[in-house]
């Protein structure tokens, strides 16, 4: 399994930007499919994108695409989320995820190991 450490997150206006970076420690990071999720107050985790370990395919939800653009960097153990167009409804806790599947995260909303979740407030 890989330690994940999220950072990045933050209040920002409706229409703005933000990235956030996951920081994985483990010598096995590059073979793992990385994820984004995210879970409002009052509502379940939701799917939000998912890189496999290559970073050749993306997968997105369709709430965030076109907007939202996950990258990773194997070299440097590292996982991005560049949200841009920001909305009130983006508002919630995002967390990093690893797992082997990319689809068991994208369709089950399942992960090996899960990041702590950073707080992202988009303001009207």
């Known amino acids: 399994q890989v330690q994940l450490v999220e950072s990045g997150g933050g209040l920002v206006q409706a229409g703005g930007s933000l990235r956030l970076s996951c920081a994985a420690s483990g010598r096995t990071f590059s073979s793992y499919a990385m994820g984004w999720f995210r879970q409002a107050p009052g509502k379940e985790r939701e799917f939000v994108a998912a890189?496999?370990?290559?970073?050749?395919?993306?997968y997105y939800a369709d709430s965030v695409k076109g907007r939202f653009t996950i990258s990773r960097d194997n070299a440097k153990n590292m996982v991005y989320l560049q949200m841009t167009s920001l909305k009130p409804e983006d508002t919630a806790v995002y967390y990093c995820?690893?797992?082997?599947?990319?689809?068991?995260?994208?369709?089950?909303?399942?992960?090996?190991?899960w990041g702590q979740g950073t707080q992202v407030t988009v303001s009207s």
């Open positions: 995820a690893a797992d082997s599947n990319t689809y068991r995260m994208r369709d089950s909303l399942s992960a090996a190991s």
């Open positions: 890189i496999i370990w290559s970073g050749r395919t993306t």
